[in-house]
Nanobody, 120 residues
Framework: QVRLVESGGGLVQPGGSLRLSCAAF????????MAWYRQAPGKQRELVASITKGGTTNTADSVKGRFTISRDNTKKTMYLQMNSLKPEDSAVHYCYARVITFSSTRLEVWGQGTLVTVSS
């Protein structure tokens, strides 16, 4: 069994910063592509940023230059550094990962989500 645990969300003023973390636990042989998604009330879930096992990143235009995705493979953890936050960044942020287990099963796993609220 594999699970992803997000942390780091909260309330921040416009222009502020937050750092989200996503830690992977369980029967993991290989932790491959990972990504951050977000979903605001009444909107579809959207990709924020993704990162391959080798560290190649892709960032949505709406957050480019403000958000940075990274990962530490030794800790099985992914991060999202969010700077210059705007009210429109408010959403539940979800962690996603593609995993191969020790039994050679390929899984797509989602975290439970962490709420980011940007408001004065």
């Amino acid at each position: 069994q594999v699970r992803l645990v997000e942390s780091g969300g909260g309330l921040v003023q416009p222009g502020g910063s937050l750092r989200l973390s996503c830690a992977a636990f369980g029967n993991i042989l290989s932790l491959n592509d990972m990504a951050w998604y977000r979903q605001a009330p009444g909107k579809q879930r959207e990709l924020v940023a993704s990162i391959t096992k080798g560290g190649t990143t892709n960032t949505a235009d709406s957050v480019k230059g403000r958000f940075t995705i990274s990962r530490d493979n030794t800790k099985k953890t992914m991060y999202l550094q969010m700077n210059s936050l705007k009210p429109e960044d408010s959403a539940v942020h979800y962690c996603y990962a593609r995993v191969i287990t020790f039994s050679s099963t390929r899984l797509e796993v989602w975290g439970q989500g962490t709420l980011v609220t940007v408001s004065s």
